[in-house]
Nanobody
Framework: QPQLVESGGGLVQAGGSLRLSCTASRVTFSNYAMGWFRQAPGKEREFVAA????????EYADFVKGRFTVSRDDAKNTVYLQINILKPEDTAVYYC?????????????????????WGQGSQVTVSS
């Protein structure tokens, strides 16, 4: 099973940008579809973005509104989440998740229950 490690989080001022990375090991990364989720204090984990196994399909939560971009680099075993125009309400722990993508190479899931593998999370804090 894949081991997922997120990085790139930190303290950022509102209006700033950052890029989260999630690197997978122990597996053939190109066989997996990937997702990003977040959990703010006192709130449930919510979907942020997802990318299909073949990279051709992406899905975003409505609140993203063009500020987030998910991408993948299979040569580096890494999926990225670029976040622009950060807002204080983006403060959360961001998690990447993986699921085998063979059944539908073009499917990018919004459902956390469809991802059996999760990273440990990366804290993003946005100051106003």
């Amino acid at each position: 099973q894949p081991q997922l490690v997120e990085s790139g989080g930190g303290l950022v001022q509102a209006g700033g940008s950052l890029r989260l990375s999630c690197t997978a090991s122990r597996v053939t990364f190109s066989n997996y579809a990937m997702g990003w989720f977040r959990q703010a204090p006192g709130k449930e984990r919510e979907f942020v973005a997802a990318i299909s196994m073949d990279g051709g399909t992406t899905e975003y939560a409505d609140f993203v509104k063009g500020r987030f971009t998910v991408s993948r680099d299979d040569a580096k075993n890494t999926v990225y989440l670029q976040i622009n125009i950060l807002k204080p309400e983006d403060t959360a722990v961001y998690y990447c998740a993986a699921r085998i993508g063979f059944i539908d190479r073009t499917y990018a899931s919004r459902r956390p229950t469809e991802y059996p593998y999760w990273g440990q999370g990366s804290q993003v804090t946005v100051s106003s």
